[in-house]
């Protein structure tokens, strides 16, 4: 019991000096998608689904509807440099999409998402019909 007792202080003792010894590690660059956004406009669209604001909004929704609306976009953006337009308007439209199945799928109203789809509207250069 008492060996027990000693291999176990010893290990939190070495543990914590490592732990002290680190420098503090800065964001893997992974959780951000933040640098491989295609465009600036898709940044501009995920700091507005993440605000405060829409918090609660998307809490019952299991599918994180907000990862995947980003990367619609981001692709929409891709198209856009590829000068296909078509493509484009077929992401933001597909992006818009997968809101307003949130709202048939009864996870948010549509008085919910309506700010958020009037931005996303609002901020890509692509004009959806």
């Known amino acids: 019991m008492r060996i027990t007792a000693v291999l176990c202080t010893l290990s939190l003792l070495v543990g914590g000096a490592a732990?002290?010894?680190?420098?503090?590690?800065?964001?893997?660059?992974?959780?951000?998608?933040?640098?491989?956004?295609?465009?600036?406009?898709?940044?501009?669209?995920?700091?507005?689904?993440l605000k405060k604001d829409y918090r609660y909004v998307f809490v019952n929704d299991p599918r994180t509807p907000q990862a995947s609306v980003l990367r619609l976009l981001n692709?929409?953006?891709?198209?856009?440099?590829?000068?296909?337009?078509?493509?484009?308007?077929?992401f933001v439209q597909e992006s818009l999409g997968v809101l307003e199945e949130?709202?048939?799928?009864?996870?948010?109203?549509?008085?919910?998402?309506?700010?958020?789809?009037?931005?996303?509207?609002?901020?890509?250069?692509?004009?959806?019909?």
Not at 104 to 119: G, L, N, Q, V, W
Request: charged share 30%.
């Open 19 to 49: 732990l002290m010894m680190a420098k503090p590690a800065e964001a893997a660059g992974w959780l951000s998608g933040s640098e491989s956004y295609a465009a600036p406009w898709v940044k501009d669209i995920e700091d507005e689904l």
């Open 75 to 90: 692709q929409a953006a891709k198209a856009l440099e590829a000068k296909d337009s078509a493509l484009a308007e077929k």
């Open 102 to 129: 949130g709202v048939r799928k009864h996870y948010f109203s549509a008085s919910d998402i309506e700010p958020i789809t009037k931005f996303i509207r609002e901020h890509t250069p692509i004009k959806t019909s």
